[in-house]
């Protein structure tokens, strides 16, 4: 047998009988050393058993030169003259490596997905040529030998065996997938493997056959998808610029970068409009970084610090073109990169070695350039690539719009606050019916701040209003609606109504607000207000309210309670009646105004936090100040989700040597004995400087409540702060000034009066209307 091919004949005995030159070539086992021998001599183990039934398989042959031989053979029995077996086989083998000339033979060998065929013992019978560029390998190497010989002992290799051994128990096909490195190759890859059980005519199972296909891309694909599907959910979490910026860095380190930074320009940290983006240098301020080195050595630039990118940069060039930039190592602009980190920041030199690729992306929100977020990769094999800058823009572009919508919630925070701010009491007028005390707290939900407000109104007659209210809603719009309201009130304050009067005409002003500004927070929602006036000549508090908790009672003696007080419908629901209550206080009692955001949360009881209210407010405390603060913190959760309004109001009296009144009776004649008892009582009072004016005023207001107004008629002086003057009758018909011409004979007394005075006006009673002016108890010059 002198016959190129690799052939061999064997008896039945499985003596070796023939031996052709391809053979020694194959094993370096001459004919006159092999003829006459047994086979098995000559193979390295036993042939597996369903080699031997099927006539074809894999053996391993150990070579003359010591070495092991992977053949792949196929058996054919001799026929006699008569057709039947003859004793023995015709036996021919396949030198590994040698072209396929079957069209599925070169088919299978020249697949491009990596294809290999193992026998029950998973023990390798073919590769093809993809197979063996991943293992590394020629396939003679691989041939006969068992799988876990040829693989590094690790979980995925163990892994992959089970499999392979899985098909052979079940006789069923399965589809793994995995994401593992391989012997050849420097990275790791996603693979999907079909693995599926090979059988002969008879149905007998030989071995596993396995078509694995680099799905790297696609699973890269399904990664970036699922970091932007993981974005969506993990960025814009607060209206907070810096924690958005964190969260980008926490999506994209470590999967995506090794290292990754966000800058922004310092208009977008404050509440300054948008400049123009500069074509050269660019001053950015870091807000955020990460790497997957604990501490960020790798970082240059410290958090919070202001960096200036050279017009060559890679960041500079991003934010002027306005699209993602890749650097690689060896580009210029890359290396100068690199170069100027290491020189501003050397002692991060090694933790920056071996940094190949990075990617600047503009941060772009509504048209505008907010700034830069920069991704590293160092230990990451793969450099950035086409596909990984659409997907970088596309996070960025998401995250510009959180950054964008906290930049906006912050300056319109401001601004809201800014305007309510304005709109509040700076500095509460002097008074001596009350001693005030006040605390407000904006919100810092992201609902923004919200419409509470609060006032304290001197009115006359030594009297105080006390004003509390909460328009619903949030932002600029409810802090505008809010000062309309307190606008208003002081208005209708200033015609000195009573309390439930006051709320009606309010009640029409939100609706007409309501019917004028379609779509308005009040015409949705409303708002509420508790309007309280306090005399200290009677110690008399009357109050109203429209939707409004009802304010807090503390006695003298140091117990607390509630207001039973009518909350009465929510300003501009419109048609319902407001209900004042009424009562009489002891000197030095404390009254709590407040809006719902003091009581009121999704996680607590109104009931339980009203208890706690009025416990807090029994606390001795040594000012009204010092009280607010004790009330809040004993009240409030430690993140209020709605603003917070708090006045107290503690009670004073005037006493009985403070106030003189006269009954007067309606006639001319007692025009003179009134501003005698007048003058008579300044003196009394050591206020003679100011019984000139006083003596004009009485007999003015007097004798015009005797001429044009009718009984009963009562003089009333008081002394505070100022010295008052009123003037009761019975009449409802208010006076108004006019200028009187030169040949009237009267229309000038409320003139002098009101040259002479202070201020002066009216106010309607139960029983008619009093005039009243005030006059300084200091000089006015």
Same mark, same amino acid.
């Given at each position: 047998?002198?016959?190129?091919?690799?052939?061999?004949?064997?008896?039945?005995?499985?003596?070796?009988?023939?031996?052709?030159?391809?053979?020694?070539?194959?094993?370096?086992?001459? %004919?006159?050393?092999?003829?006459?021998?047994?086979?098995?001599?000559?193979?390295?183990?036993?042939?597996?058993?369903?080699?031997?039934?099927?006539?074809? @398989?894999?053996?391993?042959?150990?070579?003359?030169?010591?070495?092991?031989?992977?053949?792949?053979?196929?058996?054919?029995?001799?026929?006699?003259?008569?057709?039947?077996?003859?004793?023995?086989?015709?036996?021919?083998?396949?030198?590994?490596?040698?072209?396929?000339?079957?069209?599925?033979?070169? %088919?299978?060998?020249?697949?491009?997905?990596?294809?290999?065929?193992?026998?029950? /013992?998973?023990?390798?019978?073919?590769?093809?040529?993809?197979?063996?560029? =991943?293992?590394?390998?020629?396939?003679?190497?691989?041939?006969?030998?068992?799988?876990?010989?040829?693989?590094?002992?690790?979980?995925?290799?163990?892994?992959?065996?089970?499999?392979?051994?899985?098909?052979?128990?079940?006789?069923?096909?399965?589809?793994?997938?995995? #994401?593992?490195?391989?012997?050849?190759?420097?990275?790791?890859?996603?693979?999907?493997?079909?693995?599926?059980?090979?059988?002969?005519?008879? @149905?007998?199972?030989?071995?596993?056959?396995?078509?694995?296909?680099?799905?790297?891309?696609?699973?890269?694909?399904?990664?970036?998808?699922?970091?932007?599907?993981?974005?969506?959910?993990?960025?814009?979490?607060?209206?907070?610029?810096?924690?958005?910026?964190?969260?980008?860095?926490?999506?994209?380190?470590?999967?995506?970068?090794?290292?990754?930074?966000?800058?922004?320009?310092?208009?977008?940290?404050?509440?300054?409009?948008?400049?123009?983006?500069?074509?050269?240098?660019?001053?950015?301020?870091? =807000?955020?970084?990460?790497?997957? /080195?604990?501490?960020?050595?790798?970082?240059?630039?410290?958090?919070?610090? &202001?960096?200036?990118?050279?017009?060559?940069?890679?960041?500079?060039?991003?934010?002027?073109?306005?699209?993602?930039?890749?650097?690689?190592?060896?580009?210029?602009?890359?290396?100068?990169?690199?170069?100027?980190?290491?020189?501003?920041?050397?002692?991060?030199?090694?933790?920056?070695?071996?940094?190949?690729?990075?990617?600047?992306?503009?941060?772009?929100?509504?048209?505008?350039?907010?700034?830069?977020?920069?991704?590293?990769?160092?230990?990451?094999?793969?450099? #950035?690539?086409?596909?990984?800058?659409?997907?970088?823009?596309?996070?960025? /572009?998401?995250?510009?719009? !959180?950054?964008?919508?906290?930049?906006?919630?912050?300056?319109?925070?401001?601004?809201?606050?800014?305007?309510?701010?304005?709109?509040l009491p700076r500095g509460l007028p002097g008074q001596a019916a009350v001693q005030v005390a006040h605390r407000y707290l904006p919100?810092?939900?992201?609902?923004?701040?919200?419409?509470?407000?609060?006032?304290?109104?001197?009115?006359?007659?030594?009297?105080?209003?006390?004003?509390? @209210?909460?328009?619903?809603?949030?932002?600029?719009?409810?802090?505008?609606?809010?000062?309309?309201?307190?606008?208003?009130?002081?208005?209708?304050?200033?015609?000195?109504?009573?309390?439930?009067?006051?709320?009606?005409?309010?009640?029409?002003?939100?609706?007409?607000?309501?019917?004028?500004?379609?779509?308005?927070?009040?015409?949705?929602?409303?708002?509420?207000?508790?309007?309280?006036?306090?005399?200290?000549?009677?110690?008399?508090?009357?109050?109203?309210?429209?939707?409004?908790?009802?304010?807090?009672? =503390?006695?003298?003696?140091?117990?607390?309670?509630?207001?039973?007080?009518?909350?009465?419908?929510?300003? @501009?629901?419109?048609?319902?009646?407001?209900?004042?209550?009424?009562?009489?206080?002891?000197?030095?009692?404390?009254?709590?105004?407040?809006?719902?955001?003091?009581?009121?949360?999704?996680?607590?009881?109104?009931?339980?936090?009203?208890?706690?209210?009025?416990?807090?407010?029994?606390?001795?405390?040594?000012?009204?100040?010092?009280? !607010?603060?004790?009330?809040?913190?004993?009240?409030?959760?430690?993140?209020?989700?709605?603003? &917070?309004?708090?006045?107290?109001?503690?009670?004073?009296?005037?006493?009985?040597?403070?106030?003189?009144?006269?009954?007067?009776?309606?006639?001319?004649?007692?025009?003179?004995?009134?501003?005698?008892?007048?003058?008579?009582?300044?003196?009394?009072?050591?206020?003679?400087?100011?019984?000139?004016?006083?003596?004009?005023?009485? /007999?003015?207001?007097?004798?015009?409540?005797?001429? #044009?107004?009718?009984?009963?008629?009562?003089?009333?002086?008081?002394?505070?702060?100022?010295?008052? !003057?009123?003037?009761?009758?019975?009449?409802?018909?208010?006076?108004?000034?006019?200028?009187?011409?030169?040949?009237?004979?009267?229309?000038?007394?409320?003139?002098? &009066?009101?040259?002479?005075?202070?201020?002066?006006?009216?106010?309607?009673?139960?029983?008619?209307?009093?005039?009243?002016?005030?006059?300084?108890?200091?000089?006015?010059?």
């Open positions: 047998m002198e016959d190129a091919s690799a052939a061999a004949i064997i008896d039945a005995r499985g003596i070796v009988t023939g031996w052709s030159e391809g053979a020694r070539r194959l094993t370096g086992y001459p %004919a006159e050393e092999t003829v006459g021998r047994a086979v098995r001599e000559l193979l390295a183990e036993d042939v597996p058993p369903e080699a031997v039934s099927a006539l074809s @398989g894999t053996v391993m042959v150990r070579h003359r030169d010591g070495y092991l031989v992977g053949l792949r053979v196929r058996g054919c029995a001799v026929t006699g003259p008569d057709g039947e077996a003859g004793p023995g086989f015709v036996v021919t083998a396949d030198q590994p490596g040698s072209a396929e000339t079957s069209l599925a033979g070169q %088919a299978f060998q020249q697949a491009s997905m990596s294809m290999s065929v193992f026998d029950t /013992s998973q023990r390798y019978m073919r590769l093809n040529d993809a197979a063996c560029h =991943v293992m590394g390998v020629p396939e003679e190497t691989l041939l006969g030998r068992h799988f876990p010989e040829t693989v590094e002992e690790a979980e995925h290799s163990r892994g992959f065996n089970w499999h392979l051994r899985h098909v052979i128990e079940t006789g069923r096909p399965l589809r793994y997938e995995s #994401y593992t490195g391989a012997p050849a190759l420097n990275r790791e890859h996603a693979w999907v493997t079909e693995m599926w059980p090979v059988r002969d005519a008879a @149905g007998e199972l030989l071995g596993t056959a396995l078509a694995a296909f680099d799905s790297t891309e696609q699973y890269w694909a399904r990664q970036r998808l699922a970091l932007l599907n993981e974005a969506a959910a993990t960025i814009g979490t607060t209206l907070d610029v810096v924690r958005t910026a964190e969260e980008l860095i926490e999506v994209v380190v470590p999967r995506f970068a090794d290292f990754a930074s966000v800058d922004l320009f310092d208009w977008v940290l404050g509440a300054e409009e948008s400049p123009t983006v500069p074509t050269e240098e660019i001053a950015l301020r870091r =807000v955020a970084h990460g790497s997957h /080195s604990e501490g960020t050595p790798e970082a240059a630039v410290r958090l919070g610090e &202001v960096d200036v990118y050279p017009g060559f940069s890679p960041i500079a060039r991003a934010m002027r073109e306005g699209r993602a930039i890749l650097s690689q190592a060896g580009e210029p602009s890359f290396m100068r990169w690199v170069a100027e980190r290491n020189t501003r920041a050397p002692q991060g030199r090694p933790y920056r070695k071996g940094v190949h690729s990075m990617m600047a992306v503009p941060l772009r929100a509504r048209g505008t350039t907010l700034g830069v977020a920069v991704a590293v990769r160092i230990k990451q094999p793969d450099d #950035y690539a086409a596909d990984d800058a659409v997907f970088a823009e596309e996070l960025a /572009s998401r995250a510009a719009v !959180c950054v964008d919508n906290a930049r906006r919630f912050a300056r319109e925070r401001t601004t809201a606050l800014a305007l309510q701010h304005s709109l919100s810092g939900s992201a609902a923004g701040i919200g419409g509470d407000w609060f006032d304290v109104i001197p009115l006359s007659g030594s009297r105080v209003a006390l004003v509390v @209210g909460d328009v619903v809603g949030h932002g600029i719009p409810s802090s505008a609606t809010m000062g309309r309201l307190v606008t208003a009130v002081r208005t209708l304050a200033d015609v000195d109504l009573p309390p439930d009067e006051l709320l009606t005409h309010l009640d029409d002003l939100v609706t007409h607000l309501a019917a004028d500004d379609e779509g308005d927070e009040v015409a949705e929602l409303g708002a509420t207000c508790l309007y309280a006036v306090y005399d200290p000549v009677t110690r008399r508090l009357n109050l109203a309210a429209a939707g409004h908790p009802a304010p807090a009672l =503390v006695l003298p003696d140091g117990s607390a309670r509630l207001i039973p007080l009518s909350a009465g419908p929510p300003l @501009g629901v419109g048609g319902l009646p407001f209900e004042a209550t009424e009562l009489q206080l002891p000197e030095g009692s404390v009254v709590a105004l407040y809006t719902d955001g003091l009581i009121e949360d999704r996680d607590r009881d109104v009931d339980h936090a009203t208890d706690e209210l009025c416990r807090a407010l029994t606390v001795p405390a040594d000012s009204l100040d010092a009280l !607010c603060d004790t009330v809040l913190k004993a009240v409030l959760p430690e993140e209020p989700s709605d603003d &917070v309004a708090l006045l107290l109001a503690r009670t004073r009296a005037l006493g009985a040597d403070q106030v003189a009144t006269w009954d007067v009776t309606p006639d001319p004649a007692e025009v003179a004995v009134t501003r005698q008892a007048a003058t008579d009582q300044l003196t009394a009072w050591g206020l003679d400087e100011t019984a000139f004016v006083t003596e004009l005023v009485v /007999s003015e207001l007097v004798t015009n409540a005797i001429r #044009y107004g009718a009984a009963p008629i009562q003089l009333r002086l008081i002394r505070d702060q100022t010295l008052i !003057c009123e003037v009761s009758d019975g009449s409802s018909t208010s006076p108004h000034l006019r200028r009187a011409h030169q040949d009237d004979e009267g229309g000038r007394g409320l003139l002098l &009066v009101a040259q002479l005075t202070q201020r002066w006006g009216s106010r309607q009673t139960t029983r008619g209307k009093t005039i009243w002016c005030e006059q300084p108890l200091t000089p006015l010059f």
